[in-house]
């Protein structure tokens, strides 16, 4: 009979979450994590909020099966569209969130003009209203959407040309707007920092929400802690070879195997 492990769950479109999953990992050492990339359905940027509800309780309720007791949607999208119904759903579960930090951004820009980068799905989002409203008054917020560099990351190579040119075209109109704080409202996003670092300039601040997510996490999390064996599961609903590919490439975790998981 299976037996599920207590372990905080993790999730992400893709290979994004990965950066809040390396921040979980130095700062709860000692807890189970089990990651699930929606590989076969990313980008959710790209999709209807419908859609992005759908695939998070449908994730939600297997990562659960699991033996989750701590949910992580290490996702700004799937926040910006589903971090209610999953709490909905499950009222009694934690459940940690990842969005735009409008609020650090605009206090650490100096002249008041501060940049997003997002999936056009969050920037649409009501959430994402209301963070501007709330916290963006004080300056001057250029939200841009990134269609297709979610996609573009994805595939695996981090130097190539093209996505280079990608993160060209989003960074300029930033640029132009002489931003002088730049928040990557997408977890993909750090995967290429240095790509948008050199196109936005070295004087750009360049921030990012992973750090803060995992301390919330490590506040909430009362599940128990393994000094032997705290385990990590990685799993993916797309092609586990390419994920374990890229984790042993990108974050050089070698010894991780990935699973396929139906979900
Ligand atoms: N990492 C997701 C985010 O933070 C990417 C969403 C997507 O798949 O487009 O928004």
Redesign the pocket.
Known sequence: MFDPQPCIGVF???V??LTVLRELRQQLSEARLLYLADAAH?????KTPDFIVQRSLAIGSWLKEQGASLLVV?????TAHAIHALRERWPDLPVVG?EPGIKPAVQASRNGRVGVL??P??LASARYRSLIERHGASAQVISQPCAGL?DAIEQGELHAPALRRLVQEFCAPLREAGVDTVLM????YPLVRPLIQEALGPDVRLLDVETAVAQQACRLWTGPTTECAPGLRIATTGVPMALQRFVSTALGWRDVPVESASV
Do not use: F, I, Q, W
């Not at 990313?42 to 790209?46: D, I, K, L, V």
């Not at 409202?185 to 993909?188: D, P, R, S, V, Y």
């Open positions: 992400d479109s893709g994004g979450g990313a980008p959710y940027g790209e290490a996702c700004n999208t799937a990842t997002a999936t799905a969050t979610v409202g997408c977890t993909h």
